[in-house]
């Protein structure tokens, strides 16, 4: 699955000793059709649709997980989330993780982060500088004239420290920045772009109620997803203004799909395809589009190659790196990603091409309850309210709907929002054996491993009100591990 390519052969026209900038972006919710160059017709995402005009789009893009910290610990580590440590929602990284920000700043980059953080404190030495965000504010690094731990400027979209961070910079170095954003996550309120959307401009997917509630949801959401955008255009000016544009790598990704019932925590797309948009203007022809699958644990194992830097054995991706040179260029067959606790329990595994996805539900007795924040969600009510009216199709009430079906089987080019499972259908037995194989020998290679116990649900699955005598179950230990023996 390893696809190695030649260092010299990426960086030919780089003079020598000049090593490459890295900028990853990380949306916080955005689905991955969210935005003008994939295809939305209204939203306001001028600078990131400016972005794909400029270098690659990636067209079958997904992450490891379906949930925002198990999914930015997978990125950071390069290892698919059961192996991070990390795999629960705010499960800090174990401080003995190896991530390619070290390596690099060993190799002589400055090294920041900016935004949201979600890592926990034990990884936070990697970096140079994090200036983490909340919503509340920014907290000073040590090291700052301010008090460390001080707590600095309301950061509503989280993105505010993006472009003094490099201002500051040392200008002697190459550099990575590790820029998080707080939005399009929840909670929404008026006032996120100056001229907001309307409610004419938002499209609700089949497996959501259209409701006026639901739509001024979106509407919402649609106003963060162009706030950050806006963000990501003072970044792009300030490295035209600091003459470092040429030979500096963009990527932006989300974390996971958009905070809604039927997305985020779901391993339909909507909870796990990214945008993914990479600019790099001394190396990438702009303009380009690829079909070529990537996933997210793709990100650590390029990241090094790029500058340079062997790949480690613990990364458990493959580079991205030929498709720059070449859209055509194959990397992977699969993609794979997880389903995990977050707020409520589950647990399950998803693997996909750019035609076919197979979903195999570990917990099928449980419904695909939404997060916690969206449980809170306008549109939340607006379906538990149908639901009680009888006024909902089968798919927009499929979060509510227990069992599920074990395994589900959908064709991604005929049926791009999933509504329809063919796991049962005869036509399909080919493709549902070797997806199924494909699990397995993905569950074997990676020591995967089922839960010895089922964690307890933090909040109630209807009416979202919190249960505070849950307390969380501790990472499983090895002895308790058992990664061979999958129900495929």
Sequence with gaps: MKFIISLFVICLPLVAGEKPNLVLIIADDMNWDDCGVYGHPSIKTPNIDALAKSGITFQHAYLTANSCSPSRASIITGRYPHNTGAEQLHWPLPKESVTFVEQLKAAGYYTAAAGKWHLGESVKNRFDDVFEASTAGFILPSGTDAKPGKMVAKSPSGCEAWVSTLENRPKDKPFFLWLAALDPHRAYEDGALKIPHKKSDIQIPPYMPDTPEVREDFRLYYDEIGRLDQYVGKVVTELEKQ??????????????????????????????????????????????????????????????????????????????????????????????????????????RAVANQGWKLIHNTYPDLPNTPSADAGRSPTWTAIQRLKKENKLTPAQGRCLSKPRAEFELYDLKNDPFELVNLASNEANEKILLELKAVLKMQFKRTNDYL??????????????????????????????MFGTNGSY
């Design 243 to 348: 003459g470092v544009s040429e030979n500096t790598m963009i990527v932006f990704i989300s974390d996971n799909g958009r905070p809604f019932p039927g997305d985020k925590t779901t391993l339909y797309d909507g909870g796990i395809r990214t945008p993914w948009i990479v600019k790099w203007p001394a190396q990438i022809k702009p303009g380009q589009k690829t079909k070529s699958l990537v996933s997210s644990v793709d990100i650590a194992p390029s990241f090094l190659e790029i500058t340079g830097l062997k790949s480690l054995e613990s990364f458990e991706g493959t580079s991205f790196l030929p498709i720059l040179k070449d859209a055509q260029k194959i990397t992977r067959k699969y993609a794979f990603s997880e389903d995990h606790w977050h707020d409520f329990e589950d647990h399950g």
């Design 451 to 480: 839960p010895s116990k089922r964690t307890p649900d933090e909040f109630d699955r209807i009416t979202g009100a919190p249960d505070h005598s849950v307390r969380r179950r501790p990472r499983a230990s090895k002895e308790k």
